[in-house]
C-alpha cells in the first residue's frame, strides 16, 4: 500500500491524541467529542485526534503507555491515571455526578430493596470499570442490602448505550448507567425507560493532561474547555458533548475521596 | 462455301481473337465481392466496435462499482474499531477483504496516516501521506481508491483499496478478439455468399457476352437460351430480339447487295461489250475498207501497197486488243506466298532497261531493306511491275528518269513507280484505271485494269499521284511477313 499511496512518511509528531473512555459507542463518542476536538485543533494551533478504545481494560493500558496526552475518563479510573502521570485540568460543570439505574416504563419494578426483588433478576452494566453507571450503583445497591453477584444476574454489554439498549429491549430487567447516556439515547428509547434510582454524587467527570505537556498548552487548553459556555461555537460543542454548562477548573484534591 | 461465307466465319474468328480480357480488378464478379466484403467489414467492424466499447464501459463499470461499494463497506466496517484502535477488529476487516477477487491491497489509516490494518501485514505501523479528498487513479493493470472515514462531517480515518484489473483488462482482450473473429467471419461468409450471388449473375452474362462477340464476328443467327428469369432473363430475350432483327436486316441487305451486283455486271457487261465495239470497229473498218480496195483490179500498185500495209497494221492492232482483253479476262485467283519482293522488282527492271522504248529512260531501283520478304503471288505481281514500269517508260517517250522505290511501313512494304513525264490529265485520273480508258492513243486501256484487280486480288489497291508535265507516282502496298 506504500506504492499504493506513493508516499510513505515518517510519525507525525505534531498530533495530540484526545483518548475518551468507551462509555459509549465509538461512533457516538466521535459524534459527541469531533466538535470539542475540533476545536482543541484551532487553540493549540496542532491537530488533536479523537481517539477511543475497545473497552475500560483497553483504554487504561493505553493510558499507562502514554498514548494519549488528553484523556477524559471516570473520576475512578481517573485516580489510577494520576499515578500514571496525568493530572486533572478541569471537570464536567453543574450537574453531580451519579450513576443511575433505570428500567423499562412499563416494569413493575418501582423500588429496588433486598425483599422486593423479583426472583430471577437480570441487571446489565456497561463495563465492571464505569464508575457511575457500575461502581457506583453496585455501591448503592450493596448498601442498600442487595447482593447484586448473588440475587441478580449480571450482564457486562461493553458501553452504556448497550446496556441501555439491553434493557430497552428486555434482554435485561434494569441497567446501571447515568444521566449524560440516558440523555444521548433516541428520544423514544429515553422515553420507553424509567430511572428508579440515583446514587449520592460523586465528583464530576475529569479531562486530565500528560504531566509532560507543554504548560503553556495546557494553559489553553484549561482556558478553552472552561471559556465554552462564553461563545456561541463553544455552546454548540458542548451541546454535541450533552454538557450545557461547560466545564469547571479542577485539582486533583478533588478526587481523594474517590475509592472503589 | 462461298466466299462470303468464308469472310464471315473468318470475321467471326477474328472477333474470338480480338476479345478483350478483363483485368480481374475490373470484373462485375470482383467487384461484388469486393463491395459485399467491405460493407460486410464495416458494419460488422461498427457493430463490434460498438458491442466491444459498451461491454469494455459494463466491464470497467462493474468493476468500479466494485470497488467502490468494497471501500465503502471497509469504511463503515472499520469506522468503530478506527476510532477505537481496536487492531484485532480492523485486521479482520483488511481479511476478509484479502480474499475477496481482485483484491491488490487495502488498508486502513487513522486521521494521521497511521497505518491500523492492512492486508500486507509489514505495513501495519507505518505512516502515509494520503490527500484529505476521496480519490480515484486509474494505473496500467490497477484500481486505486480511497476514502475517508468520516464522523459528524470530520475526517477521522482513511480507507485505501487497490485493486487489479487484469481480470477486465483480459476480458475485454477476450471480447476484442471475439469481436475480430465476428468481423472475419462475417468477411469470409459474405464473400462466399457474394461470389456464389456473383456467379448466378454473371454466368448468364458471360453467355449473353460470347453470343455478342459471335455476332460481332459475323454470325448473325447466334440466340442465347437464358433459364433467368429476372433482369438478365429480359436482358436476353432483347439480345434474341435484336438478333433476329439483325438477321432479317442483313439478309435483305445481302440479296439487294446481290442484286444490285447482277445490275453492275450487266451494265459492266454492256459498257465493256460497247468499249470493245469500239475499239475494234475502227481497225476492223480499215481491214474491211483495204480488204475491200485489194479486190479492185484497177487499183494501182501503189494503192494497193498501201492497203496491204493498213491491213497489217490494223489487223496487229486488232491482235493487240484481243490479247490484252484475254489477259483482262483470264486473271486466275492468286495464289500468295513468301519472296523477296527487292529480287523480283531488280528482275523486272533488268527486263525493262532491254525494252526498245526504254533506251532514253533511265531506271533506278532503291529498296529499303534488302531482301524484304512479303505475301504475293510472284508471276501476277512480276506483270503488275512491268504494266506500272512500261506504263511510265512510255510516258516518257523522249527519255527521261523511272524511279522504283521499296521502303518497308512496320507490317506493310510500300511500292512505287514514279516517273518524269507528261503526267495524266485530272480528267483521266479517277477513271485511269478502268477497261479501255487510255491517255495514249496506241494504248488499249486495259494495262492499268489488269494492275487494279491483281492488286484487289492480294488486298490492296492502286494509288495514282500525277501532275501535268511534271510526273506521276503509281504505288501500292503488300503485306510483309
Redesign the interface.
Known amino acids: ?2 506504492a ?2 506513493g ?6 509528531q505534531h ?1 495530540y491524541r484526545f483518548g475518551v473512555l ?1 462509555l459509549q ?3 457516538m ?3 459527541m467529542f ?2 470539542l476536538t ?1 476545536a482543541l485543533e484551532q487553540a493549540l494551533h496542532r ?1 488533536v ?6 473497552n475500560f481494560a ?1 483504554f487504561m493500558r ?1 493510558v499507562r503507555r502514554h498514548e494519549y496526552n488528553i484523556i477524559y475518563l471516570n473520576p475512578l479510573l481517573y485516580t489510577r491515571a494520576r499515578r500514571w502521570g496525568y493530572h486533572v485540568i478541569v471537570k464536567v460543570a453543574g450537574e453531580p455526578f451519579t450513576g443511575i439505574l433505570v428500567v423499562r416504563r412499563d416494569s413493575p419494578i418501582h423500588v429496588l430493596g433486598p425483599h422486593n426483588l423479583p426472583p430471577g433478576l437480570r441487571i446489565g452494566f456497561p463495563d465492571p470499570n464505569a464508575y457511575a453507571a457500575t461502581i457506583m450503583t453496585r455501591q448503592y445497591m450493596e448498601a442498600r442490602g442487595i447482593h447484586v453477584n448473588r440475587d441478580m444476574t449480571v450482564k457486562y454489554f461493553g458501553s452504556q448505550d448497550s446496556a441501555l439498549m439491553a434493557v430497552y429491549y428486555g434482554m435485561v430487567d434494569i441497567a446501571g448507567t447515568w444521566f449524560p447516556s440516558l440523555r444521548s439515547m433516541p428520544r423514544h428509547v429515553q422515553q420507553s425507560l424509567r430511572v428508579i434510582a440515583q446514587t449520592p454524587p460523586q465528583p464530576q467527570m475529569p479531562i486530565a493532561v500528560r504531566d509532560d505537556m507543554p504548560a503553556p498548552a495546557i494553559r489553553r487548553i484549561t482556558q478553552l474547555l472552561t471559556h465554552l459556555t462564553g461563545t456561541v461555537q463553544g455552546r454548540a460543542v458542548l451541546g ?1 458533548l450533552g454538557f450545557s454548562r461547560g466545564f469547571v477548573v479542577a485539582h486533583n484534591s478533588e478526587y481523594n475521596g474517590v475509592k472503589p | 462455301m462461298s466466299v462470303m461465307e468464308l469472310d464471315r466465319a473468318e470475321m467471326a474468328a477474328a472477333a474470338e481473337q480480338q476479345a478483350p480480357r478483363l483485368s480481374i480488378f475490373r470484373t462485375l464478379r470482383f467487384r461484388l465481392v469486393l463491395s459485399v466484403a467491405i460493407v460486410h467489414a464495416v458494419l460488422m467492424g461498427a457493430f463490434v466496435w460498438s458491442a466491444v466499447n459498451k461491454q469494455s464501459e459494463a466491464i470497467r463499470s462493474e468493476l468500479q462499482n466494485r470497488a467502490h461499494s468494497l471501500i465503502t463497506l471497509m469504511a463503515v466496517a472499520s ?8 487492531l ?2 480492523l485486521a479482520e476487516v483488511t481479511g476478509r477483504v484479502k480474499h475477496l477477487p481482485d483484491v ?4 486502513i489509516l ?6 491500523l490494518a ?3 501485514p509489514h ?1 501495519v505501523g ?5 490527500p484529505r479528498a476521496r480519490t480515484e487513479i486509474r494505473g496500467r493493470h ?1 484500481l ?1 481508491l ?1 476514502e475517508q472515514i468520516r ?2 462531517g ?1 475526517r ?1 480515518g482513511t480507507v ?1 483499496l ?1 485493486m487489479s484489473t487484469r481480470h477486465v483488462q483480459s476480458e475485454l482482450a477476450a471480447t476484442r478478439d471475439e469481436g475480430l473473429l465476428f468481423i472475419l467471419l462475417a468477411l469470409v461468409v459474405g464473400s462466399v455468399a457474394a461470389w456464389v450471388l456473383s456467379l448466378l449473375i454473371t454466368r448468364n452474362l458471360h453467355t449473353l457476352m460470347a453470343a455478342v462477340r459471335r455476332i460481332g464476328g459475323g454470325n448473325l443467327g447466334v440466340r442465347v437460351d437464358l433459364q433467368a428469369r429476372d433482369e438478365v432473363g429480359l436482358l436476353g430475350n432483347a439480345f434474341n430480339t435484336m438478333a433476329e432483327s439483325l438477321q432479317r436486316i442483313s439478309e435483305q441487305v445481302h440479296s439487294e447487295h446481290e442484286k444490285r451486283t447482277d445490275a453492275e455486271r450487266l451494265a459492266c457487261v454492256g459498257e465493256l461489250s460497247a468499249s470493245i465495239a469500239h475499239e475494234i470497229r475502227n481497225p476492223l473498218s480499215a481491214v474491211i475498207n483495204s480488204v475491200k480496195l485489194l479486190d479492185r483490179t484497177d487499183l494501182p500498185a501503189s494503192d494497193r501497197a498501201q492497203s496491204i500495209a493498213i491491213l497489217n497494221t490494223e489487223s496487229l492492232r486488232l491482235q493487240r486488243i484481243l490479247n490484252d482483253f484475254l489477259d483482262f479476262a483470264r486473271i486466275r485467283e492468286s495464289r500468295l506466298i513468301e519472296d523477296d519482293i527487292c529480287a523480283l522488282i531488280g528482275e523486272v527492271a533488268g527486263l525493262i532497261r532491254q525494252h526498245p522504248q526504254a533506251a532514253a529512260v533511265t531506271v533506278e531501283v532503291e529498296c529499303e531493306v534488302c531482301p524484304c520478304p512479303a505475301r504475293y503471288d510472284p508471276d501476277q505481281l512480276r506483270q503488275v511491275v512491268w504494266n506500272l514500269m512500261l506504263n511510265a517508260v512510255q510516258a516518257m517517250p523522249d527519255g527521261g528518269e523511272l524511279q522504283v522505290r521499296i521502303v518497308r511501313r512496320g507490317r506493310s512494304v510500300r511500292i512505287s513507280v514514279t516517273d518524269n513525264g507528261c503526267g495524266i490529265p485530272d480528267q483521266l485520273l479517277d477513271k485511269i484505271v478502268r477497261p479501255f480508258v487510255t491517255g495514249r492513243k496506241q494504248g488499249t486501256g486495259l494495262g492499268l485494269s489488269i494492275v487494279q484487280r491483281i492488286l484487289m486480288q492480294h488486298g490492296t489497291t492502286l494509288s495514282i499521284v500525277s501532275h501535268m508535265n511534271v510526273g506521276t507516282e503509281m504505288s501500292f502496298e503488300l503485306e510483309v511477313v
Open positions: 500500500m506504500v499504493a499511496s508516499c510513505a512518511v515518517a510519525r507525525p498530533y468507551p459507542s465509538p461512533t463518542l466521535a459524534g469531533l466538535p475540533d491537530p485526534e479523537f481517539v477511543t478504545a475497545p483497553s493505553r454535541h | 469506522t468503530n474499531a478506527l476510532l477505537a484502535e481496536d484485532g477488529s491488490i491491497e487495502g488498508a487513522d486521521v494521521r496516516g497511521h497505518v492492512s492486508t500486507d505495513e507505518h505512516y502515509l501521506q494520503v490497477r486505486r480511497q464522523v459528524a470530520q477521522v485505501l487497490e
